[in-house]
Nanobody, 119 residues
Framework: QVQLVESGGGLVQAGGSLRLSCAAS????????MGWYRQAPGKQRELVAV???????NYADSVKGRFTISRDNAKNTVYLQMNSLKPEDTDVYYC?????????????WGQGTQVTVSS
């Protein structure tokens, strides 16, 4: 069973920065994609940024140029550097890991970390 432990959320003023971390443990198989999603109460969870094991990245348009996703494959850890934060970035941020099995992939999610940006 893969476990994802997130850290780094908190309260910051608009224009400030935060760095989220997510460490995966317990995987005996290769972790392909790791990424960050966010969700506000009553809304659908949405993609923020993802990164493959080869370093290919994809970002939501709303965070391009402000957020940077990176990854340490040796540590099975993914990071999200968030700069120039805006109040609309306030959400619960969830880490996701896609683990490759023999015949299919499996998705695992972290418990979420709150990011609050004050105006």
């Amino acid at each position: 069973q893969v476990q994802l432990v997130e850290s780094g959320g908190g309260l910051v003023q608009a224009g400030g920065s935060l760095r989220l971390s997510c460490a995966a443990s317990g995987s005996r198989s290769r972790i392909n994609v790791m990424g960050w999603y966010r969700q506000a109460p009553g809304k659908q969870r949405e993609l923020v940024a993802v990164i493959t094991s080869r370093g290919n990245t994809n970002y939501a348009d709303s965070v391009k140029g402000r957020f940077t996703i990176s990854r340490d494959n040796a540590k099975n850890t993914v990071y999200l550097q968030m700069n120039s934060l805006k109040p609309e970035d306030t959400d619960v941020y969830y880490c996701r890991a896609e683990v490759l099995g023999l015949t299919r992939s499996y998705d695992y999610w972290g418990q979420g970390t709150q990011v609050t940006v004050s105006s």
